[in-house]
């Protein structure tokens, strides 16, 4: 239960209190400062606590925004401030200084104590959160005139149509704004009227994709149309887990990384399940299927390592980047530039229809095509823009760019013996491994070539990743693990090779999403004593390698299997206790979909 302490005189027929009560507040109420100083020492530590202002008139949304958002330890909107137990001290240091202020004998507020103390938050440099209200109310009227033009304006502004609008994302795909969100807000609010939550929602949209890829797994013309159809259901509850999330404000970071992981896993199970398909009709595509989940993998890799590289860049423009931002004042180029992405809602769209009226072969086919033309758009315009922009990146790109490349306990060994140009190095190794492994396959040529990977990967982090194309260094050594994963099963031609490199990669890619999750929560990366039981990119890769040379196609599978198993059990552990009892702030991720 939260607690929300009035200050000053009630206002006859205000519905304050009971707007409190409704968000979930104990009421509580303080004539004078000493009196709501008392109170607020009185409330227990681990409850968030409010100060609101007894005059205070506006929107209950406006409310909802200011005072029960998890996400901030401090929040304020004008005439009242709210904290969580993390931002209580803070708020009780304010609240003293303002009761040492109060002159001798005062005991009614005069003006907005709530306000005063949130003057006070600012002072001490506390990071107090203020939501944008948009066309909501929120104010402390001084006199009768005043507070009723305000009523005014509060009646003129349909609360509930604002809270809609604001659950859905902001920034969103063209697919997704005008084909889902306009009717999955509403399905928003039902599940929240009901007491459904955004991990409810996103757990059933797990469940539906499953029930998707089971459906293509019949290789029938009725369970890929059935498939197509689940699909795009999964991606509206998708939709809907995140407004909801935003609709009712239950932001939590179980949440996000549900939310996150659960995309990655319905969106390759189901390329399994197509695979599984198509192999029923006797077309093995497990190739395409594997090729399109590595494409995809270090499309989000690119993604995610420009990202952390620019977080806090200092000097971070480029003409690139004013290029691009012109275009965008431009209406039509906007859609344009974010369809040509293949984000998420576009690639499963595509993907639904092309399973119902084609074959899994020509939607492998056209994923494949679609996706590189996005990779190469994206990867190229970032380029650009990094060796055009004059930036110095801080040491948390650095490591967090380290953290992403996931070098394990064969790099750690070599140390910085040979330290050279970053990008360089790990081109190099990649191209050495990945190439060997599709001329030679299972030979002792590809162990060579792993063994030359493993010692430019250690060349290629032997310094601080802060150069301007240092953030390409992580996705290159995706490419070449995955890559190399891919060649070496393809080479060995035998059923159920393709399949169990597919688990395998599968195992390793979450281990890096999780990785990319807990650094964008600000929880830190995945712990050391994981990435070195797991044997780290260029570990992995080395072994793979040997085992091809070393044993039969058949012994191979099975290998490959094994290990399958054996990594995904490890990270799927530890990642599920990191998150389940993780103390990492909330958080919801409002960026553009992947």
């Keep these: 239960m ?14 304050l209190e009971g707007d409190l009560r409704s968000l979930g507040f104990d009421v509580r109420t303080a004539s004078g400062i000493t009196e709501a100083a008392a109170l607020l020492a009185g409330v227990p530590a681990g409850q968030r606590v409010a100060v609101v202002d007894a005059r205070f008139v506006g929107h209950a949304h406006a409310l909802r925004l200011g005072l029960t958002d998890p996400r901030f330890p401090l929040s304020a909107i004008p005439g009242a401030v709210t904290a969580q137990p993390a931002g209580r001290q803070a708020l009780i240091r304010a609240m003293t200084r303002e009761d040492s202020a109060e002159p001798a004998g005062g005991t009614t507020l005069v003006d907005s104590l709530a306000d005063r103390v949130v003057a006070a938050l600012d002072a001490e440099g506390a990071d107090v959160h203020r939501p944008e209200l948009g066309s909501l109310v929120a104010t402390v009227p001084g006199d009768p ?33 005008y084909f889902i969100s306009p ?47 689940l699909l795009l259901a999964s991606f509206v509850l998708d939709c809907t887990d995140g407004q909801l999330a935003r609709y009712s404000l239950q932001y939590s970071t179980l949440g996000a990384w549900l939310d996150a992981t659960f995309d990655r896993a319905k969106e390759y199970a189901y390329y399994a399940g197509l695979a599984l398909g198509a192999a029923r009709g006797g077309d093995d595509v497990w190739a395409l299927a594997l090729g399109a989940m590595v494409l995809q993998t270090c499309r989000h890799v690119v993604d995610f390592s420009f990202n952390e590289a ?4 200092t000097a ?56 590189a033309f996005a990779a190469t758009y994206t990867t190229a315009g970032r380029v650009l823009r990094s060796l055009t922009r004059k930036a110095k990146r801080t040491d948390r790109a650095a490591q967090a760019l380290a953290d992403l490349a996931d070098s394990g306990p064969l790099v750690e060994l070599l140390g910085r013996s040979w330290a050279r140009v970053n990008v360089l190095a790990a081109a190099i190794g990649a191209v050495v491994v990945a190439g060997s492994a599709v001329l030679w396959g299972a030979g002792w040529q590809t162990v060579v070539g792993a063994v030359v990977y493993v010692l430019f990967s250690a060349g290629a982090v032997g310094r601080p990743l802060k150069g ?7 996705p290159v050594f995706r490419a070449a693990e995955y890559g190399t994963v891919l060649a070496l099963a393809a080479k060995a031609d035998v059923n159920g090779a393709l399949p169990a490199a597919y688990g395998l990669v599968a195992a390793v890619a979450y281990h890096h999403y999780d990785t990319v999750y807990r650094i964008r929560g600000n929880a830190g990366a995945s712990p050391r004593w994981l990435v070195r039981a797991i044997g780290g990119h260029e570990g992995r890769t080395l072994v793979v390698a040997v085992l091809a040379a070393l044993l039969t ?26 998150w389940a009892s993780s103390g990492a702030p909330a958080v919801h991720d409002e960026g553009e979909p992947a």
């Design 316 to 371: 971070n423009t480029s003409p690139t980047a004013a290029l691009s931002d012109r275009l965008d004042s431009v209406g039509w180029t906007v859609w344009l530039r974010r369809m040509i992405v293949l984000p998420i809602g576009e690639r499963w769209a595509m993907i639904a229809v092309l399973t119902a009226v084609t074959t899994p072969r020509i939607t492998f086919y056209a994923l494949l095509v679609g996706c």
């Design 468 to 474: 301007a194309l240092d953030w390409l260094v992580p």
């Design 553 to 578: 196609a058949s012994q191979f599978t099975v290998a490959l299997t094994v290990l399958a198993v054996a990594v995904a059990l490890v990270v799927l552990v530890e990642s599920i206790r990191f």
């Design 183 to 229: 009717y999955s807000r509403y399905i928003a609010r039902w599940c929240a009227r009901r007491g459904l939550t955004p991990n409810q929602v996103t757990t059933a949209s797990l469940i539906t994709a499953l029930i998707a890829a089971g459906c293509a797994a019949t290789g029938t013309r009725g369970g890929f149309v059935a498939a197509g159809v």
């Design 2 to 15: 939260s607690t929300a302490i009035l200050t000053g005189q009630p206002v006859p027929g205000s519905s």
């Design 145 to 177: 005139q005043t507070r009723n033009e305000a009523r005014q304006a509060v009646a003129a502004v349909d609360d509930e149509a604002v809270r809609l609008k604001s659950a859905v994302k902001a920034r969103d795909g063209f697919f997704t704004t």
């Design 310 to 313: 620019n977080h806090d860049a």
